[in-house]
């Protein structure tokens, strides 16, 4: 079966400090994953997505970026981090690209920006 | 732009009351629907998914939707809850023959439900 994992599951940090949120999924080849955020009193907001290695694609303009240096490993990075960084971030994984695909999602990682 | 309204941020019930969540969304085109529910210590999980065909789609737990195109509305409907049901659902939908599977979330609505 397939598990998804995300790490760490929460982290407090300075403004101006860098980051780096990882995710690993295991029992499936290839998949399409995604990094989602939740803010205070928002919705989950898809951040970045990726269908391949090395291929990320950017939903919003930001301070962050991703990386998907391996097939089943997705990395959420910030050089410098800002207060409205904080949030909740969500990793997940599809097995296609099809807009009827069920996502599968990680346990989240709580980012608190002092 | 496409987004998605839920209007009840939180629900008390106490069991056995029946359930209706708002879902309303806003795109010029043709969508997909999706619910998902997070309990308490548990991932996201996927509720239930409506595409095409009957508009009245089941999903687990004895939970359902009705997609209502005239009103841009996608409601979640039970007819009795438990206590189990304590969770936050989540309303998502994304745009019919897009090229990737990219979902926009509601700000979801907390149930509370009292044994």
């Known amino acids: 079966s397939q598990t998804i994992h995300q790490w760490p599951a929460t982290l407090v940090q300075p403004v101006g400090s860098p980051l780096s949120l990882e995710c690993t999924v295991e029992g499936t080849s290839n998949p399409n994953l995604y990094w989602y955020r939740q803010a205070a009193g928002r919705g989950l907001q898809l951040l970045f997505y990726s269908v391949g290695i090395g291929q990320i694609s950017s939903e919003v303009p930001q301070n962050l970026s991703a990386s998907r240096p391996q097939d089943r490993q997705f990395i959420l990075s910030s050089k410098k981090l800002l207060l409205s960084d904080s949030g909740f971030y969500l990793c997940?994984?599809?097995?296609?690209?099809?807009?009827?695909?069920?996502?599968?999602f990680g346990p989240g990682t709580r980012l608190t920006v002092l | 732009a496409q987004s998605v309204s839920q209007h009840n941020h939180h629900v008390i019930l106490s069991e056995a009351a029946s359930l209706e969540l708002g879902c309303n969304y806003s795109y010029g085109g043709t969508v997909n629907l999706f619910w998902y529910v997070q309990y308490p210590g548990q991932h996201l999980q996927l509720l239930l998914k409506?595409?095409?065909?009957?508009?009245l789609v089941k999903g687990i737990k004895g939970f359902e939707a009705e997609f209502i195109k005239s009103k841009f509305s996608f409601n979640l409907r039970k007819p009795s809850v438990q206590w189990s049901d304590t969770a936050e659902y989540f309303c998502a939908v994304n745009a019919k023959g897009g090229a990737t599977n990219k979902l926009i979330f509601g700000t979801g609505t907390l149930l509370a439900v009292q044994p």
């Open positions: 409506y595409f095409s065909g009957d508009p």
């Open positions: 997940a994984w599809s097995r296609d690209r099809v807009e009827t695909d069920t996502q599968y």
